[in-house]
C-alpha cells in the first residue's frame, strides 16, 4: 500500500536557524507529492508540489527517487513558519494519502 | 466565492445518535473529500467522490456513509455516533485544472 511517513510529530528550531521536515514515501510509480500547512486558526492549504519546482514562502522541497523522500527545507526560519505541515501524495486518481504531520514550533 | 464551507462548526453527539455534516463547494469542483484529523494521526481519507453520483472508500470509512447527488455538495453522514468518531472532520475539493485541494474550516464533533 503506498504510504506517507514524516517521522517527527514535533520539530522546535530557533528563529534563523535551518529547518528541514522530513518525508519518506512508498509508491510503485512515479509520485506526485504535495506539502500542505495548517496555520493556527486557518484552514489547510497548499504550500508547493513537487512538480512546480518552486519556492514558497522560502521554502522548498526536492523530490529524491532514490531515497523516496520529500523533504520540505528552509534555510533560516521564521516566527511565522510555526504551524503544522503535511506532506502527501495522490494515488490513482486523485485519490491523496496524507502523512501524519509535523508540528514546527519556532522559537524566538 | 466561498470556496469549501462546513456546517456545523461544533457539535457534540450522544452515543448512538446520527447526524450529517454538511459540505458545499461554488467553484464546479468534480473531486470532493472527506477527512478525520486526529492529534498524533493526521488526516485520514474517509471518503472521496470523483463526481456526482460517484463515491468511494478511502483509509477509514467504517461508520460513516456519503451521497453525492449534486457536484456543490457532499454531506457526511454518521448514523450510530461512537466516541471512537470524535474528531475534526475536514471536507476538500480538486478542480481538474489545478491539482489543489481546497479545505473546508472543518467541523469539530465530540461524542459522548
Known amino acids: 500500500a503506498q504510504r506517507v511517513t514524516q517521522p517527527e510529530k514535533l520539530l522546535s528550531v530557533f528563529k534563523g536557524a535551518p529547518v528541514e521536515l522530513k518525508c519518506n514515501y512508498s509508491y510503485s510509480g512515479s509520485p506526485e507529492l504535495f506539502w500542505y500547512v495548517q496555520y493556527s486558526r486557518q484552514r489547510l492549504q497548499l504550500l508547493l508540489r513537487?512538480?512546480s519546482r518552486e519556492s514558497i514562502k522560502g521554502f522548498t522541497a526536492d523530490l529524491n527517487k532514490g531515497e523516496t523522500s520529500f523533504h520540505l527545507k528552509k534555510p533560516f526560519a521564521q516566527e511565522e513558519d510555526s504551524a503544522m505541515y503535511y506532506c502527501a501524495l495522490i494515488e490513482g486518481t486523485y485519490k491523496y494519502i496524507f502523512g501524519t504531520g509535523t508540528r514546527l514550533k519556532v522559537l524566538a | 466565492n466561498a470556496g469549501v464551507t462546513q456546517t456545523p462548526k461544533f457539535r457534540i453527539l450522544k452515543i448512538g445518535q446520527s447526524m450529517t455534516l454538511q459540505c458545499t463547494q461554488d467553484m464546479n469542483h468534480n473531486y470532493m473529500y472527506w477527512y478525520r484529523q486526529d492529534p498524533g494521526m493526521g488526516l485520514k481519507l474517509i471518503y472521496y467522490?470523483?463526481?456526482?453520483?460517484?463515491?468511494d472508500k478511502g483509509e477509514v470509512p467504517n461508520g460513516y456513509n456519503v451521497s453525492r447527488s449534486t457536484t456543490e455538495d457532499f454531506p457526511l453522514r454518521l448514523e450510530l455516533a461512537a466516541p471512537s468518531q470524535t474528531s475534526v472532520y475536514f471536507c476538500?475539493?480538486?478542480?481538474?485544472?489545478?491539482?489543489?485541494?481546497?479545505f473546508g474550516p472543518g467541523t469539530r464533533l465530540l461524542v459522548l
Open positions: 476538500a475539493s480538486l478542480g481538474r485544472a489545478v491539482e489543489t485541494q481546497y
Open positions: 513537487h512538480i
Open positions: 467522490s470523483v463526481g456526482a453520483g460517484i463515491t
